[in-house]
């Protein structure tokens, strides 16, 4: 690579032509992301949320995404998450595919039919975006707007099905054929910690048949039942058809947890993790603390896969999180840096700027290209 | 204490804001849409009893298909198309009053276990969603018994206990308010033709 790559330290799983470029199809997978590639090595991976923006601006997207660098090896672009609008799943992977991230789109049913996801699937990895993660969604009674109308067309299980079909078939939900199939890995939710139990290990058993390749898990608060619930899923073998993330988060005090507790559907939090929050002098600080300590935990736990760090509105620790848990394990997921002609430019601009011999723009030029 | 409060109530603190923020307290996650009042007027019990009758139901259901596709010379003669309608109307009601049947026209009740996926308010055929409350109500309705985990209690009870664990397929919209009976009966009948046949 000539002076493309220039100075640029080479980075793992990166196409060396351009870091928005896609990577080279490895046999057996079935994405050209980054975040499947991780997985497959068998690695501890991890994720993180980004928290859509409600603004046009796409600066705000870029800012939200720069506290992950060098931390995560994908970034989960949600749908309109607790039925709140934001920017759209599909304009937020927009921006980020054009900057090299890894984006793990998510698709909820709630707000689409099966003809607007599937024209979605299409553009999203047309633009790149490698991974998709596919949600039932929560009411629109947990929003912002009651009085919308509930789509719910088809169901996580069909549309992992259906994205699965255009994959693998090039076919559309009717039958119609795909002149070229998204190449994604496709990613589904399993919330452990809300009954019934015993079909909860049944129900990831139904995703995977229906296509999911890895899960994130909802927010685990109580590792002994997150335990309980992989020991089933052992038993039954599923972590070896499936990489399972568990799902992690800092609480900000005692007030916001028991807040979630009562308003956001299907988050469990047991009584000790909120008296150990309120024990606290810092609140905040012992909130991540805890989540420390469960990601410590849950690292440990046989076939967990990676942890997905859902970090609303405290973005900013983590970096701290992930480091202190030393989750990673020594690993550096990419990085986003400058390329090679943007330094390049750089340095010219400098360079010209600092004119300290009193020079102009254009004797410089003349003086180094002559 | 008898003058009406401003807005029209006569005891105060027990306000639709009230009565959520206590609600609240309580753990419950309110939506925002459901008033108490309205919440109250529904009564789950048939459904329930259905449910925890599914066995019997299965057996029931079973006999009855074998007569419905015993008369496939009837509905033949009939017509399929001209039975539609007073079929569709014995359905409906007592589909209706046994699992609160939403008419989809394809039925589903022997693999979801007697309870009918279509009153889960985000309409899964392979549900539970992820937001069933502790005490296993609906994230939506909190005073209604999550659909899908009466489907699963319903189809523990059942001889084909596996049949929840087949992924559904979405729902065809074209089909909603048609006869799910015929539908399976004629199909039923071609099979055996078929079958007659080779
Ligand atoms: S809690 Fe149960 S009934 Fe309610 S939306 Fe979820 S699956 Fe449907």
Redesign the pocket.
Known sequence: MTSKSGNRPPQSDENPLGIDLPLDPLPGHSSLGRLERVLRRGEFAVTAELNPPDSANAADVFERAAVFDGWVDAINAVDASGANAHMSSVGICALLTRMGYAPVMQISCRDRNRIAIQGDVLGAAAMGVANILCL?GD?VQAGDQPGAKPVFDLDSMSLLETIRTMRDDGKFLSGRKLTSSPSVFLGAAINPFAPPFDFRPHRLAKKIEAGAQFVQSQYCFDVPMFAEYMKRVRDMGLHEKCYIMCGVGPLASAKTARWIRSNV?GIHIPDHVIKRLEGAENQKAEGKRICVDIINEVKEIEGVSGIHVMAYRQEEYVAEIVSESDALKGRKPWKREMRADDRMVAERFEDMLSAENGQTPQEIVEGRTG | MASPLADGRTKPGISPEAMKKKAAEKGAFNPAHLTLARRQRKSYTIRLWSVRHSRFLEWFYSHFANTFLALHPVWKAVGYNRAEKPVTFVERGVKGLLFDCRMCGQCVLSSTGMSC?M??????RN???????ANG?????PD??????QAWNGSRRMNKRDAILDVQKPVDQSLRETSSWLRVTALAAAAREEANRS
């Open positions: 039932t009411g559907p | 996926p009153n889960c308010p985000k309409q899964l549900g539970p969603c992820g937001g069933v409350r109500n609906c994230e939506v309705e209604m018994p999550c659909v899908w985990v």
